[in-house]
């Protein structure tokens, strides 16, 4: 038995659903849902479900079927808050277009953690947690800029303590080398996108500290938001083409 996550259905034929599906030892492939709308087993394959899936597999027609499943979690909440739904399909998008950056194990891990975070948190912290999702999953595409010493001098990013005046010092972000360029630097080169030292030291915390120590630190909306436009930069450059879920979510995401 194999655990699954439903990334997306889609309609085929009258009344079949062609389905993606996610495992930890598969990756992403699909399936076929049939049934009309009153299938019981048609309300419970629904995007962001997981559970065990059971599968029938003819290899004669290269068909795959699902015939039963046993979801664990529902996700309820994504029903009930729209940025959630938008963000968990922005999530699922990602994976999908990235083919699971090449590792589903450790794919699976990432885009599990996020969901059942959101799950539980407010809207303002899944916000956090969206932006936590992406700087991580650019680690495991392997693009992720190092946020702990400058590209340009080699000098560290994080030396000093936090000060009135540090807090007003700006670094930005170079695409041409993919790393982040100290106050010093910055005056030399143009950067893409600014960040303050608040922005930067809490995408090192996430790739340094672990999740629980990250969700303890407070970010304000101007942070928030600095980091917002450039992961959501980053990623969309590194998946190829433009993402469905970020052009119909304007607004919301």
Request: charged content about 20%; proline content about 3%; aromatic content about 10%.
């Amino acid at each position: 038995m194999n655990h699954y996550l439903i990334l997306s259905t889609q309609i085929s034929g009258e009344n079949n659903r062609r389905v993606t599906l996610f495992s930890p030892d598969e990756g992403i492939h699909f399936a076929t849902l049939y049934g009309g709308p009153k299938s019981k087993l048609r309300s419970l394959v629904s995007p962001m479900n997981s559970g065990v899936i059971y599968l029938y597999r003819d290899e004669v027609k290269n068909q795959t079927k699902i015939t039963d499943f046993d979801v664990k979690n529902y996700h309820l909440s994504f029903r009930e808050n729209l940025f959630k739904t938008y963000a968990a399909s922005f999530a699922t998008e990602i994976l999908i277009k990235t083919k699971c950056a090449g590792s589903p194990k450790e794919a699976w891990k990432i885009i599990n953690g996020f969901l059942d975070g959101i799950d539980l948190s407010s809207e303002d912290e899944s916000r956090l947690g969206l932006i936590r999702f992406l700087w991580r999953y650019l680690g495991l595409l392997g693009v992720r800029p190092d946020s702990a010493f400058c590209v340009s001098c080699a000098s560290s990013l994080h030396s000093g303590k936090f000060t009135s005046d540090s807090l007003s010092l700006k670094y930005s972000y170079s695409p041409f080398e993919n790393g982040f360029l100290c106050p010093d630097c910055s005056s030399f080169q143009t950067g893409t996108f600014t960040l303050s030292k608040a922005a930067l030291t809490y995408l090192e915390a996430v790739s340094s500290l672990s999740p629980k120590e990250v969700r303890e630190i407070a970010v304000s909306g101007k942070t928030l938001l600095e980091m917002k436009n450039l992961v959501y930069n980053l990623i969309e450059q590194n998946c190829g083409s433009k993402l469905n879920s970020l052009e119909s979510g304007i607004g919301i995401l």
